[in-house]
T-cell receptor, first 115, second 110 residues
Framework: DTGVSQDPRHKITKRGQNVTFRCDPI?????LYWYRQTLGQGPEFLTY????????KSRLLSDRFSAERPKGSFSTLEIQRTEQGDSAMYLC?????????????FGDGTRLSIL | DAKTTQPPSMDCAEGRAANLPCNHS???????VYWYRQIHSQGPQYIIH???NNETNEMASLIITEDRKSSTLILPHATLRDTAVYYC???????????FGTGTSLTVIP
């Protein structure tokens, strides 16, 4: 396994701008997850894909957030009209579908800073 | 998913065993216990998981009490690289999300 890859690792932008993050899961993992982590807190679930279908969304995922996973491979998370409160680490994870107790494997995240 | 309770911080001498406790008194029969750790500026790293039997892998051992209301993660010979925040999570085997909480900050002391 080459691991979950996230790009970029850091993003600094001005309030009101749009940003997009990319996640490449471990190959053959059909499940993909997005989490958000703020300073001093554990990661919080945002959304989940099985293949290309987005099956679950947290209440944390406001209308300004959208996630896609075309063709069931990589995923993108877009934040429109960024706000100060969006500053956080955005983490992606993937897991196998076979066996419901399969652990999730995380990337090293994209750290977003809003000026 | 059941909530977990962990001490906010612990110290351990280098080379000694680190025993990290977790209480999950409301755990139900189909919920697994997972342990992850997170080193500063990195994503969470999977360590181990189990349902009711004790588990061991190359990283750690997981001891689950018979009533499954608590568990202990054991790092047999702690090194400085084991300094991290350790998260104990319980999750229904069909669940899609992990609830991380705030974890235990383990500091390994030389």
């Amino acid at each position: 396994d080459t691991g979950v890859s996230q790009d970029p690792r850091h993003k600094i932008t001005k309030r009101g701008q749009n940003v997009t993050f990319r996640c490449d899961p471990i190959s053959e993992h059909n499940r993909l997850y997005w989490y958000r982590q703020t300073l001093g807190q554990g990661p919080e679930f945002l959304t989940y894909f099985q293949n290309e279908a987005q099956l679950e969304k947290s209440r944390l995922l406001s209308d300004r957030f959208s996630a896609e996973r075309p063709k069931g491979s990589f995923s993108t998370l877009e934040i429109q009209r960024t706000e100060q409160g969006d500053s956080a680490m955005y983490l992606c994870a993937s897991s196998r579908g076979q066996g419901e107790n399969q652990p999730q494997h995380f990337g090293d995240g994209t750290r977003l800073s809003i000026l | 998913d059941a909530k977990t309770t962990q001490p906010p911080s612990m110290d351990c001498a280098e080379g000694r065993a680190a025993n990290l406790p977790c209480n999950h008194s409301t755990i139900s029969g189909n919920e697994y216990v997972y342990w992850y750790r997170q080193i500063h500026s990195q994503g969470p790293q999977y360590i181990i998981h189990g349902l009711k039997n004790n588990e061991t892998n190359e990283m750690a051992s997981l001891i689950i009490t018979e009533d499954r209301k608590s568990s202990t993660l054991i790092l047999p010979h702690a090194t400085l690289r084991d300094t991290a925040v350790y998260y104990c999570i319980v999750r229904v085997h069909t669940g899609n999300q992990f609830y991380f909480g705030t974890g235990t900050s383990l500091t390994v002391i030389p």
